[in-house]
């Protein structure tokens, strides 16, 4: 059986000349996989897709939207010159042109018009080079990977050994190793007295795996035990911090790395407490080093939210109040703020922080480490594993069904992937994003520019974000979540790179919650505010403009109950309904109306001068008949000008207003004035 041919190695050709581009491909096709651009922004985006399994890129320099020079220059910008080698091709001969090329980092410069084998041997010359190249780099950064790996790795085993001897998941040594570091990063955000940089936090969070290593030396039967320990059984735990550290003291040779000192300040004290009541030493207040104490609660924190063999697991709200409360020992006043400040994030960093991402960061922290030599680039082998993770990303996204997306700052780039962008309606890759229409008719311009500002207000402490607006999906606009993280680069001064995040449909949860909310504001048969929401909202409206003129009108229904004796209560409820709906077409758009309860209605309003106009228009209005049912009513009216700005006098003094019009026969409306005091004094004594 014949053997598969081997996989063509691909050429990008960007050129806006279809004649040039068709050439190349000819004299190149036959030993090449060609992939062409127009212009120099679709070079860019083809680069951003296809970077790793490009060999070459043949460039132009005169392009329209992007000319070559600035496509090198993004490629400076992002190291991409460092994995694709150039070859300008161009008409532009001015030794100017060419030698900003090579000072940009082409490889190499072919002139037109083209000779074949010139072209195809240069190409192949060129393509050679960097493979040789690419072997030599990837031959060092296994190296610098290996010995990076084999470090973790046995801090990772020995603290492992503990964690399943202990019958536990495996993963709290991660999550107290997380929680340190974030915890680490907060504080130093809060205070400067620990002087902690970088590389201590990254010191202190490898040497956490191994603050329980000493309880490879308690039996199994106290270890795993499911019910209270005895007071023989826990003093024996509690020797597990003692025979830590001094399993670390007594290491032949190591005993003066950093990390081993610091492992051993977390062995020995992580289990002290603030108020000098924990063990083994009773150390007090900060004569625990703040490595120790930074641990301890990370420790307890974990504990508690995840399950054991003697307790369910607690929900990371309760875990946070039975800390604050003090039921989990003492902890410095400092640290219980860094913990209530990184609360929102913690739940999320962990799930983020899976075994298997774990490695990952470890890998792109070794990257990182190599890309800082500028005589290397990439290994390939670690390109083939990168480009490898995002296919399989990119597959379980389309399995899960739903829109997942990744943005970069450098290039603004946005990329969502295959089963998010055939919803949405959107290419897979769009170049900037704040600037692309089809983007903006599914997103809206004022929706895409807060979720970028709120992306660009993140720190790497607190990188999630999430943000609720209507997007247009399948045609259709639905309330949707975007949540996302956003990604950093670096330790000394670290840069925000981009976001990975996914797109969560709330429409209705989000319809229940306007649902929830217009009924607990509104009346359910009119429809209008309700009373207890008018309240609120016009004692601020009263206090928020104090120069204002308001008035607040009573206005109530006379002889209502002849509606529900004579017709039903049925009908009686539609002349409210009636009534709501006159009175809300009788007033202007910042005026309110709302149903104080039975026939009673009230209005709210502003006025400049002349306030009579309105009453009497509105008075007009309401008067009138329902179905053969006439409709009279009477109205109180207080104003704000008589020197009154609290609701509750002024709602009592339009109510004093109203009876006196209802004692005086009805059908009319009244302001409240001195002689309303009067007027009701001489009724209160005829009665």
Sequence with gaps: MKSESKKKQKVLIADDSEMNRSILADMLGEDFEIIEAVNGKQAVQLLQKYNVEISILLLDIVMPEMDGFEVLALMNQYRWIEDVPVIMISAETSPSYIERAYELGVT???????????????????????????????????????????????????????????????????????????????????????????????????????????????????????????????????????????????????????????????????????????????????????????????????????????????????????????????????????????????????????LSQHSQKEMHNVTAEILRHEELAVSERTLRLLEHERIKYQFFASLSQEIQFEYTTQPPMLSVFDWGSHQLGLNEIIMDPEEDESLIAVMGKENLHQLI???????????????????????AFRWSRIISRTMWFGDEEPQCTGAIGKVVDIHEEHLRMIDLQHRASHDLLTGLINHTYAKEYIQQKLRAYPDSNFALVIVDLDHFKQANDNYGHTFGDQVLQYMANKLSHSIRGEDMAARVGGDEFLIFLEYKVDLEA???????????????????????????????????????????????????????????????????????SID
């Excluded at 790996?149 to 190793?177: A, D, M, P, T, W």
Aim: net charge negative; glycine share 8%.
């Design 453 to 475: 500002e709120k992306l660009n207000g993140t720190t790497q402490e607190e990188p999630v974000v999430q943000f609720d607006c209507e997007l247009q999906i399948n045609g």
């Design 614 to 684: 309105a009453i009497q228009r509105i008075f007009r209005t309401l008067t009138g008949e329902f179905n053969g049912f006439p409709i009279s009513l009477s109205m109180g009216i207080a104003k704000t000008e008589d020197g009154e700005r609290e609701y509750e006098e002024l709602f009592h003094r339009a109510d004093q207003a109203l009876y006196a019009v209802k004692r005086g026969g009805r059908g009319n409306y009244r302001y409240y004035d001195d002689s309303i005091k009067d007027t009701l004094s001489a009724i209160s």
């Design 108 to 354: 190499d410069f072919i002139s037109r018009p083209f000779d074949e084998l010139i072209v195809h041997r240069r190409v192949l010359n060129t393509i050679m080079l960097y493979a040789k190249q690419k072997k030599l780099v990837g031959l060092v950064s296994d190296q610098i990977y290996e010995k990076e790996k084999s470090s973790n790795l046995l801090v990772n085993i020995l603290s492992h050994i503990v964690e399943f001897r202990n019958g536990e998941s495996g993963l709290h040594v991660l999550h107290v190793q997380t929680m340190t570091e974030m915890l680490l990063k907060k504080l130093i955000q809060m205070t400067d007295q620990y002087r902690l940089n970088a590389s201590d936090i990254s010191l202190i969070g490898k040497a956490s795996a191994l603050h329980d290593i000493g309880k490879i030396a308690i039996p199994d039967e106290i270890l795993n035990k499911p019910g209270r320990l005895t007071k023989e059984e826990f003093e024996q735990m509690k020797t597990h911090t003692v025979v830590g550290a001094s399993m670390l003291e007594a290491l032949p040779f190591h005993g003066d790395e950093p990390l081993v000192k610091i492992a051993y300040q977390i062995c020995r004290w992580h289990h002290e407490r603030y108020d000098g009541k924990g063990y083994p030493d009773g150390l007090k207040g900060e004569e625990i080093p703040i490595a120790a104490q930074i641990v301890s609660l990370a420790d307890v924190y974990d504990a508690l939210t995840s399950k054991r063999v003697y307790k369910d697991a607690y929900s990371h709200e309760k875990a946070v109040q039975m800390i604050l409360n003090g039921e989990c020992g003492v902890f410095s006043p400092i640290l219980l703020e860094c913990l209530q400040e990184i609360g929102e994030n913690i739940q999320t960093e962990l799930q983020v922080n899976s």
